[in-house]
């Protein structure tokens, strides 16, 4: 579907620790997103990226970090991960034809 | 600062009556405009788009939107709705073709009955 996959399908953290979350492609597509999905906000953009080492935030990035260090994978990091931060992440590319392809995403559970 | 409403949370139809899901944006100017639709515990699959041109767009499931400049509106619509269209359903704006930083709504549940 698209070629975009993320890992891992499903996680349980503790407050306070590190956790990454990856995005993959296959098709050589410039940009990439992260979302986050919630009960009652939708879908919120926490940063995206528009090339090889080139990211920017979205308007939810607070506590998130992200890195591109080839075009294929975009990785979406939680510092120090908090309760708040429990959550559905998608991620997403922009095909020729545009608008998204989504990945399948990762469901966070933070405790 | 683009943005989206839809207004219905939730809409119960019953199987093969017709459904008009609403949404509402805020941008200033020509927006691109999606419709996305998740099944229970799925991704987001694209339901159909607008970018330009005729402002009545054809999707995929039997779907199709009507874009309505003076009512800043983007709304969803099937003549008869099936019961595997129970999902939420999603409208998103962007600013341009590329990179679109996609704004989306707060999702309308559908309920579909026998």
């Known amino acids: 579907d698209a070629g975009i996959t993320q890992s891992p399908r499903h996680k349980v953290t503790e407050t306070g620790t590190p956790v990454t979350l990856r995005c993959h492609q296959t098709e050589n597509h410039r940009y990439m997103y992260w979302y986050r999905q919630d009960p009652g906000h939708g879908l919120r953009l926490i940063h995206y990226?528009?090339?090889?080492?080139?990211?920017d935030k979205g308007e939810v990035s607070d506590g998130y970090s992200v890195s591109r260090s080839k075009t294929e994978d975009f990785l979406l990091t939680l510092e120090s991960a908090t309760s708040s931060q429990t959550s559905v992440y998608f991620c997403?590319?922009?095909?020729?034809?545009?608008?998204?392809?989504f990945g399948s995403g990762t469901r966070l559970t933070v405790v | 600062a683009q943005s989206v409403t839809q207004p219905d949370i939730h809409i119960t139809v019953s199987e093969g009556a017709s459904l008009e899901l609403r949404c509402n944006y805020s941008?200033?100017?020509?927006?691109?405009l999606f419709w996305y639709v998740q099944s229970p515990g799925q991704g987001l699959q694209l339901l159909l788009k607008?970018?330009?041109?005729?402002?009545l767009v054809q999707g995929i499931k039997g779907f199709e939107a009507e874009f309505k400049r003076s009512q800043s509106s983007f709304n969803l619509r099937k003549p008869s709705v099936h019961w595997s269209d129970a999902a939420e359903y999603f409208c998103?704006?962007?600013?341009?073709?590329?990179?679109?930083?996609?704004?989306f709504g707060t999702g309308t549940r559908l309920t579909i009955i026998p």
């Open positions: 990226s528009y090339g090889v080492k080139d990211t």
């Open positions: 941008y200033g100017a020509t927006p691109y």
């Open positions: 998103a704006v962007g600013p341009y073709f590329g990179n679109e930083k996609l704004t």
């Open positions: 997403a590319i922009t095909p020729a034809d545009g608008g998204y392809t």
């Open positions: 607008y970018f330009s041109g005729d402002t």
